[in-house]
Nanobody
Framework: QVQLVESGGGSVQPGGSLRLSCAAS????????MAWHRQAPGKQRELVAI???????NYVDSVKGRFTISRDNAKDTVYLQMDSLKPEDTAVYYC?????????WGQGTQVTVSS
């Protein structure tokens, strides 16, 4: 049974930081491309950051320079370090794993940025 379990969400003031974690089980983690998506109320889910099985990274323009995605294949975990958070970063953040035609989603973790 495949599970992606996110943690680390919460409430923070603008300019603050959070670190999200996503622990995977039931998959050969190292071969999967891992990504973080987010969905704000009333908006479509969007890709925030992706890290390939080879370690290449890409980010949506709105988070470049503020967010960092990383992975620890020994721990089957992907991270999203979020710095200089803005109110528009408020959303439910989802972990995503993909390999060939297989893909899986986590249950999501809420991030709220508000003063």
């Amino acid at each position: 049974q495949v599970q992606l379990v996110e943690s680390g969400g919460g409430s923070v003031q603008p300019g603050g930081s959070l670190r999200l974690s996503c622990a995977a089980s039931g998959i050969i983690f190292g071969i999967y491309h891992m990504a973080w998506h987010r969905q704000a109320p009333g908006k479509q889910r969007e890709l925030v950051a992706i890290i390939t099985s080879g370690g290449n990274r890409n980010y949506v323009d709105s988070v470049k320079g503020r967010f960092t995605i990383s992975r620890d294949n020994a721990k089957d975990t992907v991270y999203l370090q979020m710095d200089s958070l803005k109110p528009e970063d408020t959303a439910v953040y989802y972990c995503h794993a993909a390999y060939a035609a297989q893909y899986y989603w986590g249950q999501g973790t809420q991030v709220t940025v508000s003063s």
